[in-house]
């Protein structure tokens, strides 16, 4: 079973900084693009940043210029770093891997998210 794993979430005061991982499982051959996502309850899950394989990357207006995607391919891992974190970043964060093609059948493309991790920024 394929499945992406995130961990790094946690309490953290305003100004402060916390980095998710999340983790590619399984039999997978690649995981291709990827990305965040946040979602506050009542509120749609809107998207943060996203990286291609080759490392390009595009941010949400809010977060730019405070968190930064990468990658590692060998390690199937994406993360996120956060920096100057504020009470408006607390929400539940998503990985999302749209393409992801595995070893059993490199030809098909299936859509992954990750479990969600909580953020709680304190003021």
């Known amino acids: 079973q394929v499945q992406l794993v995130e961990s790094g979430g946690g309490l953290v005061q305003a100004g402060g900084s916390l980095r998710l991982s999340c983790a590619g499982s399984?039999?997978?051959?690649?995981?291709?693009?990827m990305g965040w996502h946040r979602q506050v309850p009542g509120k749609q899950r809107e998207l943060v940043a996203t990286?291609?394989?080759?490392?390009?990357?595009n941010y949400a207006d809010s977060v730019k210029g405070r968190f930064t995607i990468s990658r590692d391919n060998a390690k199937n891992t994406v993360y996120l770093q956060m920096n100057s974190l504020k009470p408006e970043d607390t929400a539940v964060y998503y990985c999302?891997?749209?393409?992801?093609?595995?070893?059993?059948?490199?030809?098909?493309?299936?859509?992954?998210w990750g479990q969600g991790t909580l953020v709680t920024v304190s003021s």
């Open positions: 999302n891997a749209p393409g992801v093609q595995t070893l059993s059948n490199p030809y098909r493309y299936l859509e992954l």
């Open positions: 399984g039999r997978i051959a690649r995981l291709n693009d």
């Open positions: 990286i291609t394989t080759g490392g390009s990357t």
